[in-house]
């Protein structure tokens, strides 16, 4: 969420600190191949070891994908010589695909929130069955 809410923010930033237009930020997931985080003692064995182990964020790059031209020649970063004289480099960064990455991601983790009541609320239920 904070790297869509970083590209969200710098959808018009034409300079950033370094002087060059801002680029789109990707996370890039792995699966984690360690040890399970959360082991339920009542899940039978073969659904103890194997996949579903869940992801991990590896690394987070730039988009090197094209920057968007937009003439505007009385801007002050515009290019001032060349074919491309006018123009202005806009950030990589399409505002729909961010916002439907976030709703991506605000889906996933209420399905995840879900998922914990649950489990809490059956094993709450559990315990009641042996009062």
Not at 29 to 36: A, I
Not at 106 to 112: Q, S
């Amino acid at each position: 969420m904070d790297v869509i809410s970083n590209n969200i923010a710098n959808v018009n930033t034409t300079r950033t600190e370094n002087g060059e237009v801002f680029r789109r930020s990707q996370v890039i997931l792995r699966p984690r191949n360690d040890e399970r985080v959360y082991k339920s003692p009542f899940l039978p064995e073969r659904l103890k070891t194997g996949p579903g182990n869940g992801v991990k964020v590896s690394e987070i790059k730039e988009d090197t994908s094209q920057l968007r031209l937009v003439y505007d020649p009385d801007h002050p970063d515009s290019i001032k010589s060349g074919p491309k004289k006018g123009y202005v480099e806009y950030p990589n960064v399409n505002i729909v695909t961010e916002m439907v990455d976030m709703i991506s991601a605000t889906r996933a983790y209420e399905a995840n929130i879900s998922s914990i009541q649950n489990s809490k609320s059956m094993f709450n239920k559990a315990l009641e069955i042996g009062k």
